[in-house]
């Protein structure tokens, strides 16, 4: 038998409601057996980190692993621990398209804001006009905090809160997703159903 996911506290299935699902992020792949159980579980996105100034960035090898084991691609680009200007976000979010490029995916990055330090708006509409340019979509990623101080800055395909045990008022009620659960090799989050993911180009 497979593990069981833990169960999503009430606030986070009253901010999402009924059609609802999972996804996971972790910062190193987890190994076959790992993906097929969450797939077993429901869980159909892998958010894996494509660059930036993220700890590790995962291999070819890592993302073809979660594309044989069948589920959807959601790259994290991580805005930088430094204060960035337009220009450098416009250079990080064409980076983030090479990068892309290099392992199959298309059509929606995350910038990763939880990480950074004192990101900058200016730095995430340079990095949201770049990825737009290159026809791909643009979610964010970060603490409640994070995530109002962009509020009408950038316009994101959805927001991302990370946020687990959070209550209902420190949320931010239209986030498409809520982190919720740290375990041993990734963390889970609950989203709404229809959620967008990037896709695969190509089989890896």
């Known amino acids: 038998m497979g593990e069981v996911l833990p169960p999503v506290p009430r606030v986070h299935r009253e901010a999402v409601g009924t059609d609802m699902m999972h996804i996971f992020d972790a910062s190193i792949c987890p190994d076959p057996d790992t993906l097929h159980i969450l797939r077993d579980q429901q869980v ?9 100034a993220a700890q590790h960035v995962w291999t070819f090898s890592e993302w073809r692993r979660l594309q044989q084991a069948g589920l959807r691609p959601l790259p994290i680009w991580v805005a930088p621990f430094e204060s960035m200007f337009h220009e450098m976000g416009a250079i990080a979010g064409n980076a983030a398209l090479s990068a892309m490029g290099q ?9 990763d804001l939880e990480a950074g330090y004192n990101v900058r708006e200016d ?18 990623y970060g603490t409640p905090e994070d995530l109002r101080r962009m509020d ?40 709404d159903n229809d959620i967008p993911s990037a896709g695969w180009s190509r089989t890896l």
């Open 44 to 52: 159909f996105i892998g958010g894996g980190y494509l660059g930036g």
């Open 103 to 111: 392992v199959g995916m298309t059509s929606l990055v995350v910038l």
């Open 123 to 140: 730095y995430v509409l340079g990095f949201e006009g770049a990825v737009i340019a290159g026809a791909c979509e643009l979610a964010l």
């Open 152 to 191: 009408g800055v950038v316009n994101p395909i959805f927001t991302w809160v990370a946020a687990p045990g959070a209550t209902w008022t420190f949320l931010t009620h239209d986030a498409g997703a809520w982190q919720y659960a740290f375990h041993q090799t990734y963390d889970l989050s609950v989203a």
